[in-house]
């Protein structure tokens, strides 16, 4: 006894006539499609999963895994028993059970209870996908399997399944064996009409791996296998399971001695075959007996050859899917349950489905078992650890709005599911985003259902099966090699992935260019998806894309002039040249291809003046945001021509600061910018162009100097002017190029000296003999005294370790000195911002300048000069701001003070008061100032209320608001009152003895006792604090 062997004294197969190249060419494939069916183990493994992390859904090993038996007695907790909606549909009286229909019902209410569903819908598929799947019609075999059915009466197709050949079975137990060349010929008429009558018709079909055998299932149950060499009949098999009930699935291991059946009595079994003395032989062994739980749809794991020796394979996997649970199992060594996955509740319709398929996870090839029933596709992915024991772990499932009715991988990726309205729907697998749907009811789909009720052996069924089998559709489809073949009542369709060419090419053919690059983008970058036809690594696949994008873009740009509306109309043809033109530029741009985009594409448009315009105006976002430096002198001085026309300037001076102009006339280019004020735009092409920094400053300084000098407001024009140069200046000193960026970095102390050297000149290039001396600081100090002083405060920030910057502080300290002190053109306010930047810079720890404290006192003599009644305010608030940067060292305090008083700045002695915590006396300085006397109040109380301050500061408060309590009152009758009330109630007798005025006493307590005041005092209290004295108010 030896068991068969794959070649059985045949001739050879016909799938080693059959070439690969030879099928590809039938079907219009690029040579690259036919390893599409292969994982590309490489391209697996480069690609980042996204997939929920294994350990999270880890189903737990058992000790000791289930027995089939002992599954098939569980109970369900989900189950629930239901009654058959239609009871009609178990009835077979009326039923031919030879020659039952088998047509599609796509286009009638078949009892899908999915229709009524309104679930949430996955994103919209059809974004930049195109036409990912393109789908044929096999017109040789779709004319032969008519002719047939005309002709030798084979009857009406009813199975289909493909390898190098392509397999139908029809509903008078004929198989037709077709070639996949060309011509798609009839190659071989398995069976006979008669042997049909005997049988019924093929309910499924099985090719093994090698081509070499074919298993045909009967309704009727008997199975035959066939060579498909030689044609020759080599078993027939009538007891391999329970008489009475059909072959819902006959399927091949990879072990060519063993296959799988499933009947409809949901039982599957184990099929054998053997050669004992020349004898072909047939054991069967049952694997589930449908006696406890009906199998409807079983799948074995094939794998492909580069995977023969994977370690998975030797278990020879089987998942079968009953009408409650998953179930997967090892047939080899022994049989073993693996895993059981229950479904949960469902719509008892609904049909399972099972599809193995090797992918890539986490750097590992390892098979994954996609399972639904329903709207929910779990995928489970089975791997093998150390110690030889198989893992199952769940990963992300996918959510649908519709029922499934078929699930088929088309590639590790790309899933395709057909749902129970025949819709194709492409997914991809990763990020479940639905890449293109098809409308397949032209097909007109063979469905199973008459074998799912058995009607062949009198309809001896479960209703739960017989229900199942209404959208039944699993031998009606079938994939190979990439392709998914899909079997009607009179046609075989083929649909396969397009190449990523084709799928461009589907655009441009619909006139969908702005589509079709946005595509062969995504291919580009690498995010597109179910990317058939490219090859090589990542460089040469984007050199490969690029090559057409290019392509394509000069058809657009023809496409583009072709097109254009009306010439006579300006404003149509620049809104359609606005609309395709920024297309041409983004593409040109996104693929570095500026010699394209500034030559062929820019002479190209340059034929038509309108797209010429608008192709120099879509470049200015992109030089904007320098994402466009480089521009041909061409182009650029045409940018700027164009710009001018439209007297667009300022877009003009935007764009020159952000552009390369070493490649232009500069002299031209500056005296452009001068003559329309495009000041940051002359800075610009000055440091950029010529290394040149001195000279702008130079040109500005030429035209603010002289109004300034002559005591004249400036102009608006002037101001801003003006502005630019001190932002300039700023930006000089501090290492920044103006308006942006930054000055190389070789550069920076080469101009910050050239800058300090320009602002200390003691004349100008050009000096009138009247020119002051130090006109440049002398001209930024009349222009904005803080802001300069501001500039030169940041400046000095940098200055700590730079021994000859610290030079060029303490030299051009001395020339503020000397310009401002020694010149009365300078307001109080200006001279004291001068000095409150001094203070601040000598307050700090690390100074290292020095000013002669005596000019401190001038400065005090000059803003506390008593003969001078004019800016009496600003003065005042220029020496405090000068006290309160640090100024105050400076100064001798009771000098100080004597000089405040004099002057009465009030808030200068509050200031010194304050630091002393003579707070009493800074009640004097409130009642003397008429600005803020009313104000004495409030300080008074916070004195007295807020916690911080001694008791013998408290005290000195109180008694200096009683000594002026005349004072008080005269000032404001109610809020003395108020204060009174607060925190002198228990002295009010001694503030009456005060107020010898009687008018005043009238009004003080009037306040205390009128309720329009905001404190009212109570009679019964004032009499307790004026000891019994009753006084008489006259209103």
């Known amino acids: 006894m030896e068991n068969e062997p794959d070649h059985e004294n045949v001739e050879q197969s016909l799938c080693a006539k059959t070439s690969e190249e030879e099928l590809n060419k039938s079907f219009n494939l690029e040579a690259s499609l036919s390893k599409f069916s292969y994982i590309d183990m490489d391209k697996e493994l480069e690609f980042k999963n996204d997939l929920i992390d294994d350990k999270e859904f880890d189903i737990p090993q058992v000790d000791t895994p289930p027995t089939l038996e002992s599954i098939l007695n569980e109970t369900d907790d989900e189950d629930e028993s239901f009654i058959l909606e239609d009871p009609t549909l178990l009835n077979i009286d009326t039923i031919d059970s030879h020659s039952y229909d088998t047509s599609s019902v796509a286009s009638s209410d078949s009892g899908d209870r999915t229709n009524l569903k309104r679930k949430k819908k996955l994103p919209d598929s ?30 009406l197709p009813t199975a289909i399944a493909v390898s190098s050949l392509i397999a139908v079975g029809t509903s008078h137990g004929l198989a037709l064996i077709f070639g996949k060349d060309q011509n798609q010929a009839l190659r071989l008429c398995l069976g006979s009409t008669s042997v049909g009558g005997q049988y019924g018709a093929i309910s499924a079909l099985s090719i093994n791996n090698d081509c070499s055998r074919l298993l045909c299932g009967f309704a009727k149950g008997q199975i035959t296998m066939w060579d498909l060499a030689s044609g020759k009949l080599l078993r027939s098999i009538t007891d391999a399971h329970p008489p009475g009930t059909a072959i ?126 329903g709207d929910v596709v779990h995928f489970l992915l089975v791997k093998r650890d150390e110690s030889g024991a198989i893992h199952v772990t769940k990963q992300k499932h996918l959510h649908l709005y519709y029922d499934l009715i078929n699930f088929t991988w088309i590639n590790s990726r790309t899933v395709v599911l057909l749902d129970s309205v025949e819709k194709l729907h492409v997914i991809d697998r990763q990020t479940q985003e639905e890449l293109e749907t098809v409308e397949i009811s032209e097909v ?4 199973n259902s008459s074998h799912f009720k058995s009607l062949a052996t009198g309809g001896n069924v479960s209703q739960a099966l017989a229900l199942v089998g209404e959208k039944a559709c699993y031998q009606s489809i079938s994939s190979y090699g990439g392709q998914i073949f899909y079997l009607g009542t009179k046609s075989v369709y083929v649909m396969m992935l397009r190449s990523w060419r084709e799928r ?34 990542a460089s040469k696949r984007k050199a490969i894309v690029a090559d057409r994008m290019v392509e394509i873009l000069f058809h657009y740009a023809d496409r583009a002039l072709k097109k ?69 002198p061409q182009v650029m001085k045409d940018l700027i021509v164009h710009f001018q026309d439209k007297k ?79 932002v300039y200046i700023s930006c000089c000193l501090a ?121 401190f006192d001038q400065v005090l003599e000059f803003l506390c000069s008593p003969d001078d009644d004019s800016r009496h305010s600003e003065r005042q608030q220029v020496l405090l701001e000068l006290l309160q940067a640090g100024g105050i060292v400076q100064f001798e305090e009771s000098r100080l003070i004597r000089m405040a008083e004099k002057a009465e700045f009030y808030q200068i002695c509050e200031f010194m008061y304050e630091r002393e915590h003579q707070y009493d006396k800074i009640i004097d300085c409130y009642l003397r100032d008429p600005l803020r006397e009313e104000e004495v109040f409030n300080y008074i109380h916070n004195i007295l209320s807020i916690p911080g301050h001694s008791a013998e500061e408290k005290q000195s408060v109180w008694q200096k608001a009683m000594d002026h309590i005349e004072e008080l009152v005269s000032l404001k009758p109610c809020k003395a009152a108020e204060l009174v009330a607060t925190h002198f109630s228990g002295h009010i007798e001694t503030v009456i003895k005060k107020l010898q005025n009687q008018v005043l006493l009238f009004k003080f307590l009037r306040s205390l006792l009128d309720p329009s005041c905001r404190f009212l005092m109570q009679w019964g209290c004032l009499k307790d604090n004026t000891k019994g004295h009753v006084f008489f108010v006259r209103p």
Request: with cysteine; aromatic share 10%; hydrophobic share 45%.
């Open 735 to 855: 290492g920044r190029a103006y308006p942006l960026g930054d000055i190389p970095e070789d550069l920076v102390p080469l101009v910050k000296n050239q800058v300090f050297e320009f602002l200390i000149r003691l004349h100008s290039a050009e000096a009138s003999p009247e020119e002051e001396i130090y006109p440049y600081i002398r001209t930024l100090l009349h222009f904005d005294t803080r802001e300069f002083l501001n500039v030169l405060a940041l400046t000095f920030e940098d200055f700590k370790n730079d021994k000859q910057a610290v030079e060029y502080q303490q030299r051009i300290v001395d020339i503020l000195l000397k310009v401002m002190v020694e010149n009365s053109d300078f307001t109080p306010s200006q001279v004291g911002c001068l000095f409150t930047f001094l203070a601040r810079q000598l307050a700090k720890p690390d100074n290292t300048l020095f000013v002669n404290r005596t000019l």
């Open 504 to 537: 461009v090419d589907h655009l441009l053919k619909q006139d969908c260019l702005t589509e079709a690059l946005a595509l062969a983008w995504s291919f580009h970058e690498g995010k597109a998806k179910a990317v058939v036809g490219l090859s090589g690594d």
């Open 248 to 373: 819902l699935h006959i399927k091949f291991t990879d072990d060519p001695t063993l296959a799988i059946c499933n009947d409809s009595g949901g039982s599957v079994f184990e099929l054998t075959f053997k050669r004992v003395m020349g004898v072909r032989t047939c054991e069967s062994r049952c694997l589930f007996s449908g006696s406890k739980g009906e199998v409807c749809c079983i799948e074995p794991l094939h794998s492909k050859p580069e995977l023969k020796d994977h370690p998975i394979t030797q278990f020879s996997l089987l998942a079968m899917a009953s009408l409650t649970k998953i179930l997967v199992i090892g047939l080899k060594p022994s049989l073993k349950v693996w895993m059981t996955f229950p479904y949960g509740r469902m719509d008892p319709s609904s049909v399972p489905l099972l599809a193995w398929h090797f992918v890539a996870v986490q750097n590992y090839v390892n098979p994954m078992l996609a399972f639904c029933r």
């Open 564 to 632: 254009c509306p009306d010439q006579g109309k300006i404003q149509v043809m620049e809104q359609h040249f606005q609309d395709m033109v920024p297309v041409i530029v983004d593409y040109c741009l996104l693929l570095q291809r500026k010699d394209l985009l500034f030559s062929q594409m820019y002479d190209k448009l340059s034929e038509n003046s309108v797209a010429k315009g608008v192709f120099l105006e879509c470049l200015e976002p992109y030089i904007l945001s320098d994402k466009l430096v480089g521009i041909t």
């Open 444 to 447: 007109q789909l063979v469905y």
């Open 648 to 726: 667009l300037m300022e877009n003009v001076e935007a764009l020159i600061v952000h552009m390369d102009i070493t490649s232009l006339d500069i002299q031209q280019v500056v005296l452009m910018c001068w003559e329309n004020r495009l000041y940051d735009a002359m800075i610009y092409v000055y440091n950029r162009g010529m290394n040149e920094f001195i000279s702008p400053m130079e040109k500005l300084f030429r035209v603010i100097a002289p109004p300034l000098n002559a005591g004249k407001t400036l102009t608006d024009e002037q101001v801003v002017m003006g502005n630019k140069l001190l």
């Open 126 to 155: 059809f974004s930049l996908h195109g036409s990912v799947m393109r789908h044929s019609l096999l017109k040789g075999i779709s004319a032969q399997i008519v002719s047939a059915a005309d002709k030798v009466d084979a009857g």
